[in-house]
């Protein structure tokens, strides 16, 4: 026997461990999906419709087709012989969506035709040399004008562009029958109630604009009749699934590949078109073709996010109980609907119960096809809408009834005695102890000192206003039941020859840091070093199954696959150590992995190392009974629930009484997201989606004219934050560990988008108070902003 | 997006009136027109060579001339495409008689699409604002030289 | 199409020379011709910083020069950065800091901060804020990148 004399190894989980993806990233060496180059690779271009909307009356390639080094050209039309209508992945119903348009098109940027070419530059020339001529259809741009009888239509069978209808209200939604239970209650709590706020309010459209563009290589092999597609996405086990089934392959023919991914953010959940007409031509080409899309090609076509209209209405009475909420919802979805278009706005209603408790709410939506790109997921996805205009509304009710922020918030607080707590709109948050936060937010601010110091500096005529919000979100995406892909994660644990560890994990991550929180729960698990865990993930032909990263999921649901794969593996090196020390009557049970040991609990002396025993397994004489040889381990985890984590955000805003300009001095955001596997990289995810929220409320707007031309298609007129916008974020956290997996970790990912849009803009709306503003609209435009001063000539 | 100005003259409005309408004048007072041709009565067709930033390339266009008042009024309905997009605009122009002169009152409502439109805001006013000053230079030439 | 034009950029120390058409821009030259696939595209207005290399010791956006207009001169990447084994302080403070997420802006961000330390040695946090303001991040909300210049300043100031 041997005792491997290593110094204890420190426990990881908790611990602000640096990242090791960075060591590739930081010296230029990753591969993102550009970066691939294969031999005899061809190069796609698409020519894109520059009209929102029109009947293609012809299209002539013959210019381009004739360009030296133009292999291919094909239309929409042609193209629909070789692939059929997109899939989606809601269950709503649907307007056929070609990868190409094939007769009309519906927004601009929308794909008319596409060829490939020898190079880039010439895919392109060519491109620009295919003429189309279109017969205009007037554009329809405005979601409310779009209803309207008379109005265009995009779609056949959608009778005024209307995609989804849903409504529930009074007490809820019979879960038998899925109709509203007696609706009476609602009308009469708004009937009843001493006070009432009533707002209409835009949560405008956005572009993610994730900092690497869309891109995709595929490679049909004819001989093998193997597909590899290598694209910049969220979830290649997805695209696998689908870009199977668009070119009649089954899923063993096809290996998807998310090489390094520069950032999803939501918008590369979506499989777009541009992926299956890759597919496609490589096979029509019997070449390896690529694509990458450009920043204007981005702004056009990558999906956009948000877009939601709210005519929103709070029943309270004079001590601030809320006693009902009216919502009316108008989602402009876009031309189509692509995966999860038309799921997403649906999270808005659920969500908007909030932290409270609401006697009854009554919710409304209306999706609405306009010519404009559809939406789908932008960080937070359905969540951010519901919590703004939720937010805003108490925000409203407060200064109506002249009450604290904080206070009105406190009085209305689901108490941390009742959960699992059951909304109005059907969901069951598994836990949540929301005071603690509020005190913990209030005090990191220094909330008291925050209203002294704006005081202060409204004496002196400066217009400054402090604002808080207090949000809850949904997380950890699962189970089956509500996730349309597939709830689940999958994970595989291998214990190696030598005692080194390799697994692999279907939550494909752009950024994340799972290769470094996978890893520290792993050293841990094992009790052997960081350096000795290899973790695997974006590759279908390595990882054998995965639904993939969105939703704030990979902990939550990926990180609790991996521990329960490790968990077998661990049970089977136990099983293997025993064998090995059946001399002295060690059971497995009673086995241990301590410091690269497995050892009898609490006798050192007893133990095997980590290395032997995995070498054992690899070549176990004799083979134990009834035992296989090797470890290597998977666990398909499926959640029972969702995660339910939340925070509060504290803001101050100033705005130039001359120019109008706006500026954010503090931000302090206090979450809780559970347990925490390493506080350094939830840090980075807080402060980027804090940036992100920010950015809504300040800067960011999607912008198209009246004929559906989009305006903001570029960085130029697009308002990114920068650097120089933002002040230092102050963090803090509480620690309420979810019951519906074993990590007790909730999912961090989006809740900085959450929650600081209606911080900022409630911020806003208090410095502009003294005005006589009770709303004002995002982003927070300088402007706006001077305009709204002026309309009070300019005095408080 | 919405253009719009005055212009002085010297000559007299019936003058100008002709001078705005005629072919010859209008190919060689509009920049970087390569061809302007009589296609049917009132209606033209031309090509046109714009070389200025991202609008840089070559259009082709068609004119139509509606609702002729002379020597007081007539508006023009102009549709034009090269790679950069395309535009099309309603475009009114007024002549009054000032002192021995003439002003023109020109408003146009202006659509663009492609590139034209997504960097419209910024550009396109400049670049309007560029071409009609020229065009305005080489038509007071003329009238100039007329009245000479 | 125009010919090509003959020119020779000394890119990390080397050396290249190259037949290239006259409107192939610098970052598609080093990406494609030199495999040097650090330098990143993010934007096509050069709004976004992703393909900041530094042209004779300035930092400058390689998808708004032409590659025959950095001919003759010396342009260093990201992949030029460190000292044979040994990282450069900026990379080792993005690293320390977590100034990274997804990765795609950082070379960009890094040959920025290079040209910002040169300037500004001990910049102030609001400096640092002015002196990225031309790359965009989306992911980090900047704070860690500005932790991890701080780290690097501190550093290159004790060596």
């Known amino acids: ?796 | 997006m919405e253009i719009k100005g005055e212009q002085e003259f010297n000559g007299g409005r019936e003058l100008l009136y002709e001078l705005l309408l005629d072919p010859d004048v209008l190919a060689s007072a509009l920049p970087g027109v390569e061809r302007f041709e009589e296609v049917a009565p009132d209606r033209y067709e031309s090509t046109m060579r714009v070389g200025i930033a991202s609008v840089r390339g070559t259009y082709t266009g068609r004119v139509e001339v509606l609702e002729q008042s002379p020597p007081e009024s007539y508006r023009l309905r102009i549709e034009g495409s090269g790679k950069p997009g395309g535009i099309r605009a309603d475009a009114v122009v007024d002549l009054s008689e000032s002192g021995g002169g003439t002003t023109m009152h020109y408003r146009a409502d202006v659509k663009a699409r492609g590139t034209i439109a997504r960097l419209g805001g910024r550009l396109l006013g400049g670049v309007a604002r560029l071409l009609i000053g020229q065009f305005f230079k080489s038509i007071e030439q003329q009238v100039d030289d007329r009245a000479a | 199409m125009s010919e090509p034009v003959p020119i020779t950029i000394n890119v990390n120390g080397r050396k290249r020379s190259a037949m290239v058409e006259a409107r192939l821009l610098l970052v598609h030259f080093l990406r494609e011709s030199l495999n040097l696939t650090g330098t990143h595209v993010g934007c096509d207005t050069s709004q976004c910083g992703a393909c900041t290399v530094l042209i004779d010791g300035h930092s400058a956006k390689s998808c708004t020069v032409f590659a025959v207009q950095a001919d003759g001169a010396e342009v260093q990447t990201i992949e030029g950065l460190a000292d044979g084994g040994e990282l450069h302080p900026l990379q080792d403070g993005f690293w320390e800091e977590h100034g990274l997420q997804c990765g795609y802006c950082t070379p960009g961000m890094i040959m920025s901060a290079v040209n910002l330390l040169e300037n500004n040695p001990a910049p102030s946090e609001a400096e640092i804020r002015e002196g990225i303001s031309g790359n965009l991040c989306r992911c980090t909300g900047y704070q860690h990148i500005v932790n991890a210049i701080q780290h690097a300043a501190e550093r290159m100031a004790q060596s």
Request: one cysteine or more; glycine letters at 10%.
């Open chain 1, 1 to 796: 026997m041997t005792i491997a004399d290593g110094p204890a190894l420190p426990k990881l989980i908790g611990e602000r461990v640096k990242r090791r993806e960075d060591p590739r990233l930081i010296q230029g060496q990753a591969t993102y999906v550009d970066d691939i180059k294969l031999p005899g690779m061809l190069h796609l271009a698409f020519k894109r419709s520059d009209i929102a909307h029109g009947v293609i009356k012809s299209i002539d390639t013959s210019a381009a087709a004739e360009m030296e080094g133009v292999e291919l050209v094909i239309t929409g039309a042609e193209l629909a012989e070789h692939l059929g209508p997109m899939p989606i992945g809601t269950p709503f119903p649907a307007p056929d969506h070609f990868s190409v348009a094939t007769d009309k098109v519906r927004y601009v940027g929308e794909p008319v035709a596409v060829v490939v070419a020898e190079d880039r530059y010439l895919a392109r020339d060519a491109a620009d040399a295919i003429e189309v001529e279109y017969e205009e259809l007037p554009a329809v741009v405005d979601p409310e004008v779009a209803m309207e009888p008379g109005s265009a239509t995009l779609h056949e069978g959608f009778e005024r562009n209307i995609a989804v209808e849903s409504y529930w209200g009074g007490t809820g939604v019979n879960p038998e029958t899925a109709q509203p239970e007696d609706d009476s209650a609602v009308d009469a709590a708004f009937e009843e109630a001493d006070v009432l706020v009533t707002q209409r309010m835009l949560n405008q459209r956005l572009a993610p604009n994730a900092m690497e563009p869309r891109g995709v290589v595929a490679q049909y092999e004819t001989g093998r009749e193997y597909l590899t597609v290598w694209s910049a996405t969220q979830n290649p086990h997805i695209l696998r699934t689908l870009v199977a089934a668009m070119m009649g392959l089954g899923e063993h023919q096809v290996r998807a590949v998310a090489p390094e991914v520069g950032g999803g953010f939501g918008c590369k959940i979506n499989i777009y078109g541009e992926e299956y007409v890759a597919a496609a031509l490589s096979r029509l080409a019997g070449a390896p073709v690529k694509w990458i899309e450009d920043r204007t090609e981005a702004f056009l076509t990558t999906t956009h996010g948000r877009d939601l209209l709210g005519y929103i209405d709070l029943a309270a009475k004079s001590d601030g109980t809320i006693t009902g909420l009216k919502a009316r919802i108008i989602a402009d979805i876009g031309a189509y609907e692509v995966l999860l278009t038309a799921m997403i706005p649906t999270l808005t209603g659920l969500m908007m119960n909030g932290v409270y408790r609401l006697p009854v709410v009554r919710h409304e939506l209306t999706e609405v096809f306009t010519n404009k790109t559809p939406t789908d997921a932008y960080r937070g996805a359905g969540r951010p809408e519901g919590l703004y205009f939720l937010e805003r509304a108490v925000d409203m009710l407060a200064r109506e009834l002249d009450m604290d922020p904080a206070e009105i918030r406190r009085k209305n607080f689901v108490p941390a005695d009742e959960f699992p707590f059951a909304t109005q709109s059907g969901l069951v948050y598994d836990s949540g102890n929301y005071e603690p936060c509020l005190d913990k937010a209030l005090e990191v601010a220094d909330w008291q000192g925050m209203l002294a110091e704006r005081d202060a500096a409204r004496a002196e005529g400066r217009i400054v206003g402090v604002g808080l919000s207090f949000y809850v979100e949904v997380c950890g995406l699962g189970p089956s039941a509500v996730v349309p892909t597939g709830g689940w994660e999958h994970s595989g644990v291998t214990v190696e020859r030598g005692g080194k560890v390799t697994a692999t994990t279907g939550a494909s991550p752009h950024g994340q840091g799972n290769e470094t929180t996978f890893a520290q729960m792993l050293a841990d698990h094992f009790s052997i070093p960081l350096e000795d865990i290899t973790i695997l993930h974006g590759d279908t032909s390595v990882v054998k199954q995965g639904i993939g990263t969105f939703g704030s999921r990979s902990q939550a649901v990926g990180g609790a696959a991996l521990i329960s794969a490790a968990g077998k593996a661990g049970d089977k090196m136990k099983q293997f150590a025993a064998a090995l020390m059946t001399d002295q009557e060690v059971s497995p049970e009673d086995l241990v992995f301590e410091d690269g040991r497995i050892q009898v609990e609490g006798a050192p002396e007893v133990s095997k190392t980590f290395a032997e025993v995995a070498d054992f397994a690899y070549v176990p004489v004799p083979l134990p009974p009834g035992m296989e040889p090797g470890v290597s381990e998977e666990s398909f985890f499926e959640p029972e629930n969702n995660t339910y984590p939340f925070g509060c955000h504290i803001s101050m805003v100033e705005i130039d009484r001359e120019t109008g300009e706006p500026r954010l001095l503090k931000m302090v955001a206090v979450d809780d997201c559970g347990n925490v596997i390493n506080p350094l990289i939830v840090d980075g995810q807080v402060h980027g989606g804090l940036a992100q929220g920010i950015g809504q409320a300040m800067f960011e707007e999607v912008v198209y004219d009246e004929d559906g031309q989009p305006v903001t298609a570029s960085f130029m007129d697009y308002v990114m934050p920068r650097a120089a916008d933002l002040p230092a974020f102050e963090l803090d956290n509480t620690v309420t560990p979810t019951p519906v997996n074993p990590l007790g970790a909730k999912g961090v990912g989006e809740a900085g988008t959450i929650g600081s849009t209606p911080c900022v803009v409630n911020a806003a709306v208090d410095a502009l108070a003294p005005f006589g503003v009770t709303h004002i609209e995002m982003p927070l435009r300088p402007e706006r902003l001077w305009r709204l001063i002026q309309e009070n000539g300019g005095q408080s």
